[in-house]
């Protein structure tokens, strides 16, 4: 028993000698992986899907490492990703215009294993997790109406039951739909170049790999807003619908679920789907260096 606690100490001991610890701050930009379809586009003459990931666009990573030797060492590592707009709906037709855009808002963190290949080359691997934000949907709609009645009407109403109002007269509904999803697990992978600037300071670069996807759990409109305009955008009815008065088939609060009954009659339950967070990116950072536990 005493050897091995003799061994024990001889190894910590050994470890203290090389000890190092470092903190880093860098900024980078990463772009979609792994696209799944988010949306459409659909004009008179077809529909378009569109594909993408909510882990496209720009980040910030505060990140600090613990070095056990001149080859391993440990990462703990925070992020903000502002995620770039990617396009859920998009309609252009006589009778309605959409421009419907969603993009994430997220923060997260990853733990990984560093391994110098040399004194400038380092690679890194780990779990990479979201520990908070959103994915926000912001929905410009406009609806217009039908003179002849006989015309099929978004609206389901004509122009002589919407206050007499003249042609092309129309409904224009903005709003905002935030999305949380479930924790998630994912992998994180990058292959970096370190440039020392002296004792303490150092610059470097990075290629990095995020693999991940979110549950949806729920969703909540954040904003709501329905005007009746004329054509050359007079407003004649403002407040027509809002976050108190949503229109049919709206609901304030949606859940997700993994499961619904032929017989389910909660309008306020949805089936979930993943949504991709993956993304290749480079980063560009600055890296203080902590100077070493003494040698015992």
């Given at each position: 028993?005493?050897?091995?606690?003799?061994?024990?100490?001889?190894?910590?001991?050994?470890?203290?000698?090389?000890?190092?610890?470092?903190?880093?701050?860098?900024?980078?930009?990463?772009?979609?992986?792994?696209?799944?379809?988010?949306?459409?586009?659909?004009?008179?003459s077809g529909?378009?899907?569109y594909?993408?990931?909510?882990?496209?666009?720009?980040?910030?990573?505060?990140r600090?490492?613990?070095f056990f030797?001149?080859?391993?060492?440990?990462?703990?590592?925070?992020?903000?990703?502002?995620?770039?707009?990617?396009?859920?709906?998009?309609?252009n037709?006589?009778?309605?215009?959409?421009?419907?855009?969603?993009?994430?808002?997220?923060?997260?963190?990853?733990?990984?294993?560093?391994?110098?290949?040399?004194?400038?080359?380092y690679?890194r691997?780990?779990?990479?997790?979201?520990?908070?934000?959103?994915?926000?949907?912001?929905?410009?709609?406009?609806?217009y109406?039908?003179?002849?009645?006989?015309?099929?009407?978004?609206?389901g109403?004509?122009?002589?039951?919407?206050f007499?109002?003249?042609e092309?007269?129309?409904?224009?509904?903005?709003?905002?739909?935030d999305?949380h999803?479930?924790?998630?697990?994912g992998?994180v992978?990058?292959?970096?170049?370190?440039?020392?600037?002296?004792n303490?300071?150092?610059?470097?670069?990075e290629?990095?790999?995020?693999g991940?996807?979110?549950?949806?759990?729920?969703?909540e409109?954040?904003e709501f807003?329905?005007?009746?305009?004329?054509?050359?955008?007079t407003?004649?009815?403002a407040?027509?619908y809002?976050?108190?008065?949503?229109?049919d088939?709206?609901?304030?609060?949606t859940?997700?679920?993994?499961?619904l009954?032929h017989?389910?009659?909660?309008?306020?339950?949805?089936?979930?789907?993943?949504?991709?967070?993956?993304?290749?990116?480079l980063?560009?950072?600055?890296?203080?260096k902590?100077?070493?536990?003494?040698?015992?």
């Amino acid at each position: 028993m005493k050897q091995k606690i003799v061994l024990l100490a001889v190894l910590f001991m050994s470890t203290l000698s090389y000890a190092q610890f470092e903190i880093s701050a860098s900024t980078g930009y990463a772009l979609g992986s792994a696209g799944m379809q988010l949306g459409e586009t659909i004009t008179t003459s077809g529909t378009e899907n569109y594909y993408g990931s909510y882990g496209n666009g720009a980040n910030v990573q505060i990140r600090g490492t613990y070095f056990f030797n001149d080859t391993f060492g440990a990462d703990l590592a925070f992020g903000y990703l502002h995620g770039d707009d990617q396009t859920i709906s998009e309609v252009n037709t006589p009778m309605r215009q959409t421009d419907a855009v969603a993009r994430a808002r997220a923060f997260g963190a990853s733990a990984s294993i560093v391994y110098k290949f040399t004194n400038n080359i380092y690679g890194r691997f780990g779990a990479l997790i979201k520990v908070g934000g959103k994915t926000e949907a912001v929905v410009n709609d406009k609806n217009y109406y039908a003179v002849d009645p006989s015309a099929e009407n978004p609206q389901g109403v004509t122009v002589s039951q919407a206050f007499g109002l003249p042609e092309r007269s129309y409904s224009e509904t903005d709003y905002v739909e935030d999305y949380h999803g479930q924790f998630p697990l994912g992998f994180v992978g990058a292959l970096g170049y370190k440039f020392d600037l002296g004792n303490n300071f150092g610059l470097f670069v990075e290629a990095e790999y995020y693999g991940i996807s979110l549950k949806r759990k729920d969703s909540e409109f954040v904003e709501f807003n329905t005007d009746i305009k004329t054509a050359d955008g007079t407003v004649v009815a403002a407040g027509v619908y809002t976050l108190d008065n949503l229109p049919d088939g709206f609901n304030k609060k949606t859940t997700y679920v993994d499961e619904l009954s032929h017989t389910e009659s909660d309008p306020s339950k949805k089936l979930s789907e993943k949504v991709p967070y993956s993304s290749f990116g480079l980063n560009f950072g600055i890296t203080y260096k902590f100077n070493s536990a003494p040698k015992q």
